[in-house]
């Protein structure tokens, strides 16, 4: 496509459930970020997929967290155990290398509520 | 950390009116950009520019790396251009960005 796309655009759930949120980076980007974007902390790095390196996972929030990029494409980020404070919008971006001058592109988000 | 601080939090202007976004940032940087994030939540990409000018039609935006900020000018400002700015830094070897905490634009006809 175009763009990068993630899916759901909105997820419902309740706490205590697992979710999985999808990202489609940018056709030929070798990179991939997570990122969510909510009231108290604002937008904050979760993790980072560059080819066929070790991802940095630095930003994630809790062992409750993961992420994995298939074939080096689309990503999917699982949440297990939510909890109302993961109540967010996570945004994805893919970008050309990763490295060097390179420039971020983002997706429309999903925005997941934790009831 | 890294620290990433823009200002004004807050701007209004008349249609037709022009400003400047600054973002100051406490580290030298490998990457910069500027978004716009769209009443739809959707962030645009405005510029990457970790250093030098850019202009792209009534936008423009500079950074002077050795002082560690960044402006962003908008002019002859549309309704459209209504949301909110952020400027973005990463540094080091990876690219992932810190966000600063926005400023929120609205314009009025």
């Known amino acids: 496509g175009a763009g990068v796309s993630q899916s759901p655009s909105n997820k419902v759930t309740e706490k205590g459930k697992d979710v999985e949120l999808r990202c489609d980076p940018i056709s030929g980007h070798t990179a991939l970020y997570w990122y969510r974007q909510s009231l108290g902390q604002g937008l904050e790095f979760l993790i980072y997929?560059?080819?066929?390196?070790?991802?940095?996972k630095s930003g994630l929030p809790s062992d409750r967290f993961s992420a994995e990029r298939t074939g080096g494409s689309v990503s999917t980020l699982t949440i297990q155990r939510t909890q109302q404070e993961d109540s967010a919008v996570y945004l994805c971006a893919s970008s050309l290398s990763g490295t060097g001058p390179d420039t971020q592109y983002f997706g429309p988000g999903t925005r997941l509520t934790v009831l | 950390g890294i620290q990433v601080e823009q200002s004004p939090p807050d701007l209004i202007l008349q249609e037709g009116a022009n400003s400047t976004l600054r973002c100051n940032f406490s580290?030298?940087?490998?990457?910069l950009q500027w978004f716009h994030q769209n009443p739809w939540g959707q962030l645009i990409n405005l510029f990457y520019?970790?250093?030098g000018t850019k202009q792209n039609g009534r936008l423009s935006a500079t950074t002077v790396a050795t002082e560690r900020y960044s402006l962003l000018y908008i002019s002859s400002s549309q309704t459209t251009d209504s949301g909110v700015y952020f400027c973005?830094?990463?540094?080091?070897?990876?690219?992932?960005?810190?966000f600063g905490t926005g400023t929120q634009l609205k314009v009025e006809l």
């Open positions: 520019i970790p250093s």
């Open positions: 997929f560059q080819g066929n390196s070790a991802p940095d």
């Open positions: 580290d030298s940087v490998n990457n």
């Open positions: 973005a830094i990463s540094t080091g070897g990876g690219n992932k960005l810190t």
